[in-house]
């Protein structure tokens, strides 16, 4: 017998309304349960509950990174400074990466130059950029960085390297990821294929720019070796280099050839070496 296409409809809709009703209500129990137990959990500290925490272990970073990566949604950005990357970090940080770039998050990083010649980070960047994720390098120093859609950044402390500050407070947040968005514009791609060749060698010549131009500023081949990410010996490879380049038999000429010559600008003098002691 033909029937109301509409008590039809009631009649197909009503178990899957009950069973949408049970679910918002088991959803709402787990909240009401997960928010008694936050202050537990973090200790009812104030600064593990407020808009910056403090983590001043391992595996407490480790547990707070990973919450933060299975509830991203939009996208992470991540600064990683130094040169080659432990195989260890990246075969620990691949799976939780693909997972997040699996479900749509879209992942930008940042690496020095120096990173291009690792050869366990060019496999990583390979795997990850195939998946959507992009990757470029700058030259010199930047700070660790790690922002969760653009509302959860994990920084160092800087009374403690071993540590982490986690920060949620949305007007530092944001001041984090523009910070992010002027280096990454003035980045050079990570290329992985048939370019990268020819990226690396423009990678390379820029690195040795910069060399001169701290070279001519007086700071000191640990401190270069520091903010280009290179062992100090690789350092002086380049600045032995260098020097044989311009002529000079000393690093104090070697500043002056280079001024000389036009191959540096200056925005001051040699006071600005004392960024050493930051």
Same mark, same amino acid.
């Given at each position: 017998?033909?029937?109301?296409?509409?008590?039809? +409809?009631?009649?197909?809709?009503?178990?899957? #309304?009950? !069973?949408?009703?049970?679910?918002?209500?088991?959803?709402?129990?787990?909240?009401?349960?997960?928010?008694?137990?936050?202050?537990?959990?973090?200790?009812?500290?104030?600064? #593990?509950?407020?808009?910056?925490? /403090?983590?001043?272990?391992?595996?407490?970073?480790?547990?707070?990174?990973?919450?933060?990566?299975?509830?991203?949604?939009?996208?992470?950005?991540? +600064?990683?400074?130094?040169?080659?990357?432990?195989?260890?970090?990246?075969?620990? &940080?691949?799976?939780?990466?693909?997972?997040?770039? =699996?479900?749509?998050?879209?992942?930008?990083?940042?690496?020095? /130059?120096?990173?291009?010649?690792?050869?366990?980070?060019?496999?990583?960047?390979?795997?990850?950029?195939?998946?959507?994720?992009?990757?470029?390098?700058?030259?010199?120093?930047?700070?660790?960085?790690?922002?969760?859609?653009? !509302?959860?950044?994990?920084?160092?402390?800087?009374?403690?390297?071993?540590?982490?500050?986690?920060?949620? =407070?949305?007007?530092?947040?944001?001041?984090? @990821?523009?910070?992010?968005?002027?280096?990454? /514009?003035?980045?050079?791609?990570?290329?992985?294929?048939?370019?990268?060749?020819?990226?690396?060698?423009?990678?390379?010549?820029?690195?040795?720019?910069?060399?001169?131009?701290?070279?001519?500023?007086?700071?000191?081949? !640990?401190?270069? #070796?520091?903010?280009?990410?290179?062992?100090?010996?690789? @350092?002086?490879? $380049?600045? &032995?280099?260098?020097?044989?380049?311009?002529?000079?038999?000393?690093?104090?000429?070697?500043?002056?050839?280079? $001024?000389?010559?036009?191959?540096?600008?200056? $925005?001051?003098?040699? &006071?600005?070496?004392?960024?050493?002691?930051?």
């Amino acid at each position: 017998m033909p029937v109301s296409p509409r008590a039809a +409809a009631a009649k197909l809709i009503g178990p899957l #309304a009950r !069973e949408v009703l049970q679910r918002q209500e088991a959803i709402a129990r787990i909240n009401d349960s997960s928010a008694a137990l936050i202050a537990r959990y973090t200790g009812g500290t104030p600064s #593990a509950v407020g808009s910056v925490q /403090h983590l001043t272990d391992l595996h407490s970073i480790q547990l707070a990174l990973e919450e933060a990566a299975e509830l991203c949604h939009s996208e992470v950005l991540t +600064a990683q400074p130094g040169g080659a990357r432990s195989p260890e970090v990246l075969a620990e &940080a691949l799976p939780r990466d693909r997972r997040m770039l =699996e479900r749509g998050v879209k992942m930008r990083t940042l690496y020095q /130059h120096t990173t291009r010649y690792s050869k366990p980070a060019q496999a990583y960047v390979q795997q990850v950029s195939a998946l959507g994720a992009k990757v470029r390098t700058l030259d010199e120093f930047f700070n660790r960085l790690i922002i969760f859609d653009r !509302e959860t950044a994990f920084i160092p402390d800087q009374a403690d390297p071993l540590s982490a500050v986690v920060i949620r =407070e949305p007007s530092i947040t944001a001041f984090l @990821c523009d910070v992010f968005e002027r280096s990454w /514009h003035s980045a050079d791609d990570f290329e992985v294929g048939g370019e990268s060749q020819t990226a690396s060698q423009t990678v390379s010549d820029e690195v040795k720019q910069t060399i001169l131009k701290l070279l001519a500023d007086g700071i000191k081949d !640990e401190v270069i #070796a520091r903010r280009l990410g290179m062992s100090v010996r690789t @350092c002086r490879k $380049h600045i &032995a280099a260098i020097m044989v380049r311009l002529g000079a038999t000393s690093r104090f000429q070697g500043g002056y050839l280079a $001024h000389r010559l036009g191959l540096v600008e200056t $925005h001051g003098d040699s &006071a600005d070496s004392g960024i050493e002691g930051q």
